[in-house]
């Protein structure tokens, strides 16, 4: 197997973005699916080296990344060493990125004869999922789409009255990191960014406009974005499909680091559902 880990591309914003491939080399085009991580994630959390894997002995590129303002950097890509770039982050940013990996895919002299430019595929976890299936409804090479325990609403994800007012005020507000226990800052222009582009960041305008099949995964123990979530985006267009798995968390009961040499039963189902929908 090839892995390409910690390629860096130029980003839009000032901060560079760090891409893996992970394929088999065999001389023949292959299908290629991308892979964005969620809210206070990155592309080598938990088990997701090992998902990546498993996609690449099923036949594909599997390409994943870090969004540029995630909090990691070049030399520490893992956990949260750049504060002030996550603070700085925000939803248009992430859709930059996703797009600048797009066109490295299309561009790089990397893969040679071992990649299908025409079949790329977006998959999302959480966050994430709001992002590629924004950019699956505008980006025409997108031909499918994947979202995992992927919310189906930016908005409502903004602090709410007294402390938004806080929020507006101060120019920041924290969250806590539960696992590395940071204090994660968000400067108040995230809000500003989203309400100059609200149209093309609702989730259920793109969701709507989809023209690609679309494919929602979610676990029914997700307790970080609640199952109704899913069930709205699949309401949303009637030719989505939806896979409910059972006794599954939000990371499909996996956890960072992850020391098991195989993926989670819940997170192998998953890898094996999407296998089955891309092909």
């Not at 599997?62 to 504060?83: A, Q, R, W, Y």
């Amino acid at each position: 197997m090839r892995i390409l880990k910690n390629q860096a591309l130029q980003g839009k914003h000032n901060k560079p973005i760090l891409v893996d491939a992970f394929f088999i080399e065999t001389g023949t085009v292959k299908p290629v699916l991308i892979f964005c991580h969620g809210y206070k994630g990155f592309k080598d959390w938990g088990a997701w080296n090992l998902m990546a894997e498993a996609f690449a002995k099923s036949g594909f590129c599997c390409v994943k990344f870090n969004f540029s303002h995630n909090g990691g950097t070049v030399e520490e890509p893992i956990d949260f060493p750049d504060l002030e770039a996550f603070g700085h982050n925000n939803y248009s940013k992430e859709l930059d990125d996703l797009e600048i990996v797009i066109d490295w895919v299309f561009e790089s002299n990397l893969f040679q004869n071992e990649i299908d430019v025409n079949q790329i595929s977006l998959m999302g976890h959480s966050r994430g999922g709001g992002t590629v299936l924004i950019k699956g409804a505008e980006d025409t090479r997108v031909k499918k789409v994947i979202t995992l325990a992927g919310v189906c609403d930016f908005k409502n994800r903004f602090p709410k009255k007294e402390d938004f007012k806080k929020w507006k005020e101060k120019g920041v507000y924290y969250v806590k990191n539960g696992r590395t226990h940071q204090e994660m800052p968000h400067f108040y222009h995230f809000y500003e960014d989203f309400k100059k582009n609200e149209k093309r960041l609702t989730i259920q305008k793109a969701v709507k406009n989809l023209v690609i099949p679309h494919l929602i995964i979610h676990g029914n123990s997700d307790t970080s974005v609640g199952i109704d979530e899913a069930q709205k985006l699949h309401s949303w267009n009637s030719k989505s499909r939806l896979e409910i798995i059972k006794n599954a968390n939000h990371v499909f009961n996996t956890s960072h680091p992850w020391k098991e040499e195989k993926l989670s039963r819940e997170l192998e189902i998953v890898t094996k559902q999407c296998i089955q929908f891309l092909e």
